[in-house]
């Protein structure tokens, strides 16, 4: 249990406790990101899946035909590195998949593709655990710095299978070294100097992965500034990608959703209910400004790899309630950001309940005077009991230092909830 969570107590909630998780794979050639040095995280990370079925090429087809016409191979180096034949059997030229990291530092996927595998050689088959024919996804990243500066930046990936399962791994050997995305200062390619760089990375997938996956979900980490960890520039960049039409559709609907850990992580699908946006009402604790931006209420269903963590929340169906917040410290105090406390305030005298603390973005580091930044706090509900409640309030603060100090004379903020 986590310190934020001995300081508070909750009379309602069951509490859910997501212990990390994984399943490890140790083959030949094959090293999850996790295990490489720091200079390698770039070059093994991930697989991905896709089909060769009739049915399932027809849904790639039509996915977007006016984007995806494209069948010239943007990665040939493949074709020499496993000696087989190559189809291009899906081409997405206009992805439209961007993130900044801030206002001057951000990554986008500007086109990706999906190749069949067949005749290849013998010692490239290792790829595809061995097996006969197998797929590869390239991706075209830009990445592109304004600053003033250079930034630190591994390129470093994960690539999660839709229900979670998986975690896929990268080929750096099927793509050609002079075309990886790297930087200009170091010879590790960490350090790129102010500019536009463009680069590929490349995944495979055996058949049985390619055809269970629709939109698998795709992480690239931050950058930093001068090599150092606490001085991260933003959020991870997460994209769902679209293999099909159903992809597509899936992608469309997570764009839309808050960036908690059931979305970027893969824990839950979440099926929006019922939000309200535009609230963006700012309250006050001394001169650290608190504005509640919108609030999101979804049904969720957990994944395959994550469904025994809900287990004391029972069988039925469950909700989530996702608010997003925006902190401004105008303090001349640094705030931890890791003990920025917010509850529920259920039915006005029914009791509290605390949020889910491992389904909420993990903030770094303190919040130092004049930064802002953007905050999620997560709420588990049964539906049945979710269905009860008449009124909901939730409680921004207090307030702490990095030793959990409370700080502005313990001094918290409460707004209202719309709920329909």
């Not at 943007?74 to 961007?98: A, H, K, Q, R």
């Not at 959020?235 to 039409?245: H, R, S, T």
Request: net charge negative; with cysteine; glycine share 6%.
């Amino acid at each position: 249990m986590s310190i934020k969570q001995i300081l508070t107590g909750s009379t309602l909630a069951a509490i859910l406790i997501l212990g990390a998780c994984g399943n490890a794979e140790d083959k030949e050639k094959e090293v999850s990101a996790a295990d490489q040095p720091e200079s390698e995280v770039a070059e093994e990370n991930n697989e991905t899946t896709a089909s060769d079925t009739p049915e399932t090429e027809k849904d790639l087809k039509t996915a977007d035909a006016s984007k995806n016409k494209s069948s010239e191979n943007i990665n040939p180096y493949m074709e020499e590195e496993t000696g087989g034949d190559i189809e291009i059997v899906f081409t997405n030229t206009e992805p439209n998949l961007t993130h900044a990291y801030s206002d001057k530092v951000t990554i986008a996927i500007e086109e990706y593709q999906i190749a069949h595998v067949t005749n290849m050689n013998e010692s490239a088959k290792h790829n595809f655990d061995d097996e006969d024919e197998g797929y590869v996804i390239t991706y075209k990243f830009g990445f592109e710095n304004k600053l003033d500066e250079d930034v630190f930046f591994n390129a470093s990936t994960m690539m999660l299978s839709d229900d979670g399962t998986e975690n896929l791994y990268m080929r750096s050997g099927l793509v050609d070294r002079d075309d990886w995305l790297k930087g200009d200062k170091d010879k590790a390619g960490r350090q790129f100097a102010p500019g536009k760089y463009t680069g590929m990375q490349a995944y495979t997938m055996t058949k049985d992965q390619y055809e269970r996956l629709v939109a698998p979900t795709f992480t690239i980490d931050i950058p930093m500034l001068e090599d150092d960890f606490n001085k991260r520039i933003g959020k991870d960049a997460v994209f769902k990608i679209p293999f099909n039409e159903d992809g597509a559709e899936k992608a469309s609907k997570s764009s839309a959703l808050y960036a908690d850990k059931m979305v970027t992580d893969t824990i839950a699908d979440k099926e929006l209910f019922f939000s309200k946006e535009d609230i963006n009402e700012t309250q006050k604790i001394d001169e650290v400004t608190i504005t509640l931006e919108g609030v999101q209420y979804a049904d969720i269903k957990p994944t395959a790899a994550h469904a025994p963590r809900f287990k004391n929340f029972g069988d039925g169906p469950l909700v989530a309630l996702t608010a997003k917040f925006q902190v401004e410290n105008g303090s001349s105090e640094a705030i931890a950001k890791f003990f920025m406390d917010t509850r529920l305030i259920l039915d006005q005298n029914r009791g509290t309940m605390l949020s889910e603390g491992m389904l909420e973005p993990t903030l770094h580091g303190d919040l130092q005077a004049g930064e802002s930044e953007e905050v999620l706090s997560v709420f588990l509900f049964r539906k049945d009991e979710f269905e009860l409640f008449k009124e909901l309030k939730i409680q921004f603060g207090p307030l702490a230092d990095s030793n959990a100090k409370k700080l502005f004379k313990e001094k918290s903020v409460t707004f209202d909830l719309p709920m329909k």
